[in-house]
């Protein structure tokens, strides 16, 4: 982690950093920054039994592509090396299973993947399985429309649990995309990972970045109340050519299915969500302002009450009184997306910029007008959340306060209500203001017709 004043690039631990009072207190779980460890520096999980592991979905959170740094199956290997044997890979795209398959039974990793069975769904693997090849864990990274529920076909939580009691669970971000009449299935799904003591944690991985962690930990060190939060995510629209994502009903929306990262960040730091102060505003695809120029896929195809918003903008007021802010822009052309999130509290300022790719930190302090500035070069977010999901699992640490899942379904469930919400409170929005506009126009009319 290195650090400078604005421009200079001396580096230094910053005063109110004592590791020993990281994680003392917490409204939601933290880890102390300094025990972030990136992939190349960490130590291979200890022991010699094999750790079996089962993937659901062979897409590209689980095995990496161009679209960014995610690919779970590669953290997996460095994090229990030798040890990690995938028992099965679940994907009704079988063809797409056996070509990654193929590709790392190409490499090094071959000993993790050899004795892989790929499957079209998790009833198939129940049936199929023997005793020996039960999973430590299920790793799901299947789209999020097929989960999250109770209902069949949609339920794998349930069956996971059901069949394997006691097995630990990843599941990717956003918890589900089904209609919103549905919220109360993910919160089914959740009471029962709760009430069963299931280890779950939920791909809401920027919580393990080193900066959110020490933007963390100077709130619990200083003793702050969060005042503000305010979230910006600018996507690179023409980078994005699945027609899916463009699609409200098939994706939920952006704010849903992407920003679902940022809202879960401010909740992170805001606080609980009074939701019913949820208010938001978007500017729509039939808009002059929301006229883009660089669309990859065609959008005369996707029914027009379907479309996306261009900008999406909302504030809400949380528990503590705190107020947030998020804003959704898919305006950026080029690959590059522009997102950041500012925290306030009394005498500080906290900022994170592009989290995803290069974080940097920029921090103001009482006693200073200017912010200390802090990068974090070699962090790995992705790794951190596998290492922490391991360790919970084999529970190794003698200090119970070193690995921790930060984002658990219970908490996802709550970032996915707070989503729909804005998505809920920009539509009725708009629709206030077309029925306005209707209203103002037969208003016109009627006086024309009686003048
Ligand atoms: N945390 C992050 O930054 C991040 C990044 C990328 C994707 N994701 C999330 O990961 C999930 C998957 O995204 P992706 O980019 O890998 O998608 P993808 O389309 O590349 O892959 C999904 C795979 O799941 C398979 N699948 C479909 N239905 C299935 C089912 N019922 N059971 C098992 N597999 C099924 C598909 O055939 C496909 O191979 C999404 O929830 C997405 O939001 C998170």
Redesign the pocket.
Known sequence: MASSRRGSARSRRPSDMDPRRASQSSRRPSIDPWRLIPMDKAIQSPGSNDFNVVF???????FG?D??P?NHSFRFEHKLGPRLKVVAL????VE??RSVLKKKCDSFVISAYQDTRVYK??EEFIKNMSPREKPRAVI?????M??GTTLP?RD?EMQIMAHFPGVAMFI???IATGPKSELEEAFKVSKYITDNNVICSV???LRYLKAVQMMKQIIEENNLTVMTTIARYACAYEAIA?PEWWDKSKSAGPVI??GT?FCDLSRYFGGEVDISTVSAHSLEWDENAGHLSKMTIDESKIPPENRIPRVTSATWKYDSGAVGSFTHVVALQGTNYSCELEIYADGYSMKLVNP?VQPVLYVRKPGDDFEQTYRFPDDDP?FSEVSNLIDVIEDIEEDPEAAQILSSFEDACKTYELTWAIRQASERSRQQKLDASKAAADKQKVKQASA
């Open positions: 659901v979905g062979a897409g590209n959170i689980m592509s679209e960014g995610w679940i994907d009704p795209a797409r299973a769904s998790v799901i990274g299947s789209p999020p097929f989960r076909g794998i990717e971000k956003p791909g809401y991985m699945k299915e992407q990262h995803y992705f």
